[in-house]
T-cell receptor, first 109, second 114 residues
Framework: GQNIDQPTEMTATEGAIVQINCTYQ??????LFWYQQHAGEAPTFLSY????GLEEKGRFSSFLSRSKGYSYLLLKELQMKDSASYLC??????????FGRGTSLIVHP | EAGVTQFPSHSVIEKGQTVTLRCDPI?????LYWYRRVMGKEIKFLLH????????ESGMPNNRFLAERTGGTYSTLKVQPAELEDSGVYFC????????????FGPGTRLTVT
């Protein structure tokens, strides 16, 4: 089975940096996903990490440590529109993620 | 390019009734997935189609749920008869081919069973 843990809620200030952590325990591991979901909308793909290390994509970066079962999503230069739920998901085989409950990020002025 | 669409956006039915949800994937996407989010819990995988074939239906909760993808285009998910615990948001997602890890999600259908 798979167990994924991430904080329920985080708050941050516009312009700041925030790090959303995700830890996982899984019987098989292919890669780790991050999705963003605004309230009432579809989840949208942010990143997929297979190898250890940091992958940067604009203001968003994702880090993976397979040996520690740990990932984080780093958001820089926060904007109000970044207020959303961030879903961590782990795939054990065919790119189908098992998701955590998501972290609700609130960005305030 | 049009995204993944789902119909209806909301559905309220009584326990024991039947509901059919529809998903139109992005044109040309062979892979189609169904997920469900029950209130307060995580998004959970239900099943995966490759074209018209069911590749993995390990997440289907029970035989009250029937998914089809005739012709390998749109898909339907029928719940019959609906129970209270079926309430939640049903998401559909699609991806292009076998090696595609990025899934494109639809906005979901919110199902309420009363």
């Amino acid at each position: 089975g798979q167990n994924i843990d991430q904080p329920t809620e985080m708050t941050a200030t516009e312009g700041a940096i925030v790090q959303i952590n995700c830890t996982y325990q899984t019987s098989g591991f292919n890669g780790l996903f991050w999705y963003q979901q605004h309230a009432g909308e579809a989840p949208t793909f942010l990143s997929y990490n297979v190898l250890d290390g940091l992958e940067e994509k604009g203001r968003f970066s994702s880090f993976l440590s397979r040996s520690k079962g740990y990932s984080y999503l780093l958001l820089k230069e926060l904007q109000m529109k970044d207020s959303a739920s961030y879903l961590c998901g782990v795939s054990g085989g065919s790119y189908i993620p098992t998701f955590g409950r998501g972290t609700s990020l609130i960005v305030h002025p | 390019e049009a995204g993944v669409t789902q119909f209806p956006s909301h559905s309220v039915i009584e326990k024991g009734q039947t509901v059919t949800l529809r998903c139109d994937p992005i044109s040309g996407h062979d892979n189609l997935y169904w997920y469900r989010r029950v209130m307060g819990k995580e998004i959970k995988f239900l099943l995966h189609f490759v074209k018209e074939s069911k590749q993995d239906e390990s997440g289907m909760p029970n035989n009250r749920f029937l998914a089809e993808r005739t012709g390998g285009t749109y898909s339907t998910l029928k719940v019959q008869p609906a129970e209270l615990e079926d309430s939640g948001v049903y998401f559909c997602a699609s991806s292009h081919s076998a090696g595609s890890y990025e899934q494109y999600f639809g906005p979901g259908t919110r199902l309420t069973v009363t």
